[in-house]
């Protein structure tokens, strides 16, 4: 049997590694334009800021790929033949396969503003190689920088461009920092601290224009309130999009809508050709949804790769789960949070003295939802007691066991039970 899996993230990786361990006589061939190994892309920044390098990005030893006989193939596919099952890469050359993956990952989502598509140098997303080499191209040539999104890639990026000295204004449209994951208290708790390192963090402001100078380099933005920011580099960070368009215009293209449908087993409207990871679009409650998750794309190639090999699968998603950092304060996010469902009731602490809060989601009578901020959680835990469906009472009296034993990173549980118990008394009586 012959494999080709077309991308070399974490959901393609696990594919082949998946389909080597049960197929060790298999071809197997991953093909990346980006990259030639496998890396994590949620550690970017840390080489953006030269805390680690580029290898260092790297999980695997790259031996690994030798050893399970997996041949990586550098170069972009540019055309798919379903009928003859063949792909056509960049350099002419073309592959046959029998089994197909497509796990093709996700791009910086690119927005069309006026003088955006004139500009000739200083704008910049955050999320592939390339990415990562054009921001270090610019930034020895820039003082000022705007960055537009909130969310995770953008607070990154920020953090990285304030840490090389540089002056930034973070635009943000809605009127708090990260609607979609963090209410307006744990938002104000954030804006604060990323004020506090020097960032112009401004609310409701939606870019209108992008300014650019003689030489075509970005010289600025003009926001729709009429205010304008000037900067040598301009930070897109407004989500990430599936990398499908160049599969819209092959010869034989599967069926495509924001990513590539699949059914519950990563099947696509083409004869043996699965898709799995960001670049994939399956349907979930009656809706058809992307899960640009790393996890998720690590579980989904795993399952992929099973179903390639014949055995049947059906992929739920897992509880939403989110981990990272805003600067210094830490973040742990597990189930429903974003948009708490209707008939739930929140109880929410801010600790004392510190930059963190507890944030916990029931509905009747079952935690759907925690959110954490300043101290390090075990999110399996949260995970376990969403699933076994327990109270908000069980949670708060266990809350001391998900909390990790690091120094200076936890917070006080007895002022969260205080907190609680005065909150739910009125309840009780």
Known sequence: MRYVIIGNGVAGTTAALTLRAREPEAEITMISGESDYFFSRTALMYAYMDRMTLRDLEPHERKVFAKQRIDLVRDWVVDLDATERTLRLKSGKTIAYERLLLATGSLGTRLDWPGLQSA????????????????????????????????????????CLAFHGKKVTYLVRSPWYWPGALAMEESEIITEHIRRHGVDLRGTEEVDEVLLGA???????????????????????????????????????????????????????????????????????????????????????????????????????????????????????????????EGSRTFFCRIPGKEASVRIVEQNGAVVGVNMLGARWDHTFFERWITERRSMDYVVNHLREAQFDVEFARVEIAAVEASYKQWRSPVSS
């Open 120 to 159: 000739k140098e200083g704008v910049v997303h955050f999320v592939t190689l390339d990415d990562l080499a054009q921001c270090e191209r610019v930034t020895p040539s820039t003082s000022e920088a705007v960055v537009v999104g909130g969310g995770l890639i953008g607070v990154e990026l920020v953090e």
């Open 215 to 341: 030489d075509g380099r970005v010289r600025g933005v003009r926001a729709k309130s009429g205010a304008e920011f000037g900067c040598q580099m301009l930070g897109i960070a407004i989500g990430v999009s599936p990398a499908v368009d160049w599969l819209r215009t092959v010869k034989t293209p599967p069926k495509i809508e924001r990513g590539i449908r699949v059914s519950p087993s990563f099947e696509t409207s083409l004869p043996a050709v699965w898709a799995a990871g960001d670049c994939a679009e399956f349907a979930q409650d009656g809706e058809w949804v992307v899960e640009q998750i790393w996890y998720s794309a690590k579980r989904q190639g795993e399952l992929a790769a099973r179903a390639m090999l014949g055995d049947r699968v059906r992929y739920e998603p897992p509880i939403f789960y989110n981990s990272a950092k805003f600067f210094e304060i830490e973040y742990t996010s597990t189930g429903s949070i974003g948009k708490p469902p």
